[in-house]
């Protein structure tokens, strides 16, 4: 018998950056609205990928809203 193991996964990149007025309610910095792209790849060859926009915190990263 043979098992095939495939590996799948989602990589969230942040391709542009643009300061937006607002502080982050987790840690108080700065926020940014950012155009992301999420990956889909199948054995690390991406095959599916979605653009959206989000706000960010510069500092700690967390997601305060997203636009999808």
Same mark, same amino acid.
């Not at 889909?40 to 997601?63: E, L, M, N, Q, S």
């Given at each position: 018998? !043979?098992?095939?193991c495939?590996? !799948?996964?989602? /990589?969230?990149?942040?391709? $542009?950056? /643009?300061? !937006? &007025?607002?502080?982050? =309610? $987790?840690? %108080? %910095? %700065? &926020?940014? +609205? *950012?155009?992301? $792209?999420? *990956?889909?790849?199948?054995?690390?060859?991406? @095959?599916?990928?979605?653009?959206? /926009?989000?706000? +960010? %915190?510069? @500092?700690?990263? *967390?997601?305060? /809203? =997203?636009? $999808?």
């Amino acid at each position: 018998m !043979v098992c095939f193991c495939f590996l !799948v996964d989602q /990589k969230r990149t942040m391709r $542009r950056t /643009k300061p !937006v &007025a607002g502080l982050c =309610s $987790r840690c %108080c %910095c %700065c &926020a940014c +609205v *950012a155009d992301m $792209r999420t *990956a889909t790849r199948f054995c690390y060859i991406p @095959f599916y990928w979605r653009d959206w /926009k989000a706000i +960010v %915190c510069t @500092f700690c990263g *967390a997601i305060l /809203k =997203s636009y $999808r």
